[in-house]
């Protein structure tokens, strides 16, 4: 493990926290931690023994640009303390932390909401704890109020939300703040399906450019949405690695086994269902108030529809959207994925062509040309996520394509189109 990893935005190092698990009886001993604090220090060390729990004994754990890596464990197992001390609200008794880039937490839902005020003054208030100024949050306060959904109770003081309206406020803030580094601790728990399914898929486009540490009990989610899982046990990280393994070994703790192997039983949970498309192209979605089902098909050059493509042929994408309700800024993004669960490219063709609005009762064409792909030989999947401005209308997966014939001999996914020059001189 080394901090001179560039896509490394966290670094714990052999990081420990104890707690005393009992009231102190050592009045001196609490003053002079009082004095320690309050001359600007960290609290002294707890030595290991009775009285003192360990919530994290030697945890190393790197997490990059691009990953969305899961916390799992059982109660007590340590990994809020872990999330609290990558996040420097905690401090440490051992080890080091090294974070890098805009930091945004949902750890808890009431941080930064002052109960007298407004959803909407919130929305600053909250930006600058996460570090934007008022400019960059009166830029996002459109996006973000509609991401929330919570149209006029915006108005009313954050006092009287409950916490599922806390949880939209809090996420729609986090996730339109462009963050480097965001820590999930548990919130999306109180949230309702669809806006569960909303986040995870917002949360796919923030990981696009960010690292995700995501603590949840909710293993199916985990499943869909990690590519790596960590499991702690007692405060010790017990796995670090693939999420269908990771969960496995959780699972085996939960079942009381010993949990030190982690080669445990696999896991139905992250692996692809027996015929619907792969678990690596999760988290699906619609708002099926603003859209119907997507027809996706794939097609030759002459729009015919195919399932099989020879390789380097030219190949077409149509995208067909009934809509429910008006829409002002439609576009389409189309992340690629080869059968091992690469995603080879993405594809969005806002960066080309203006957005689309339409109404209600009108269905939307949308048709993506790739005159000469060059993908190689095998399976490939994808997914086609339409969005209106900044919130996801649909991610529902393309039927998988296949890809025939091709260089005799390729390597790696795809072979661009290449021309060599060999020549010998004296
Ligand atoms: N402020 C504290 N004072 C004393 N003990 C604490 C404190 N915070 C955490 N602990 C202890 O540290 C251990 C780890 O707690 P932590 O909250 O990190 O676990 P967790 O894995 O998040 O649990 P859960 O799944 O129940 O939320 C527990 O034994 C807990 O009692």
Known sequence: ?????????????????????????????????????????????LA???????ALEDVSLIVRRGEAVGV??????????????????????????HRRGRLATLMDLTAGLAPHLSGHACIATVGALL????????????????????????ERPVGGYSSGMALRLGFAIAAHCDPDLLLVDEVLSVGDFPFRQKCLARMMVVRERAAILLVSHNLAEV???????????????????????????????????????????????????ADGPPAFLRPFHRDAARVGPLDLTWTDGSGAAVDTRPFGAPLGLRLRAPLRAPAR????????????GTRVSGLASDLTDAPLSAD?????????????????PGLWHGVAVLHDGPGTLARQPLPPLRVTGGPSRHWGHWTPEARWSLSVSE
């Open 1 to 45: 493990m080394t901090t001179a990893d560039p896509a490394a935005l966290l670094t714990l190092r052999d990081v420990s926290r104890r707690f005393a698990a009992t009231p102190t009886r050592d009045r001196r001993a609490w003053g002079r931690q009082v004095l320690r604090v309050l001359a600007g220090g960290d609290p002294a060390p």
């Open 48 to 54: 290991e023994g009775p009285g003192v729990v360990t």
């Open 72 to 97: 799992v464990g059982l109660n007590g197992a340590g990994k809020t303390t872990l999330l609290r001390v990558a996040a420097g609200h905690l401090a440490m008794d051992a080890g080091t932390v």
């Open 131 to 154: 570090g934007r100024d008022r400019r960059a949050m009166a830029a996002a306060a459109p996006a973000i109020a509609a991401f929330s959904g919570l149209g006029d109770a915006l």
């Open 223 to 273: 499943a869909r949405f990690c590519d790596r899982v960590v499991v702690l046990d007692r405060g010790r990280v017990a796995f670090d690695g693939a999420t269908e393994t990771g969960l496995s070994v959780y699972r085996t703790l939960a079942e009381g086994a010993d949990a030190s192997s982690p080669a445990g039983t696999p896991s139905s949970l992250a692996g692809p269902a």
């Open 329 to 340: 800024a439609l576009f389409v993004g189309v992340p690629l994925y080869a059968a091992d």
């Open 360 to 376: 209600a009762g009108q269905t939307v064409t949308v048709r993506l040309t790739l005159p000469a792909p060059r993908l190689n």
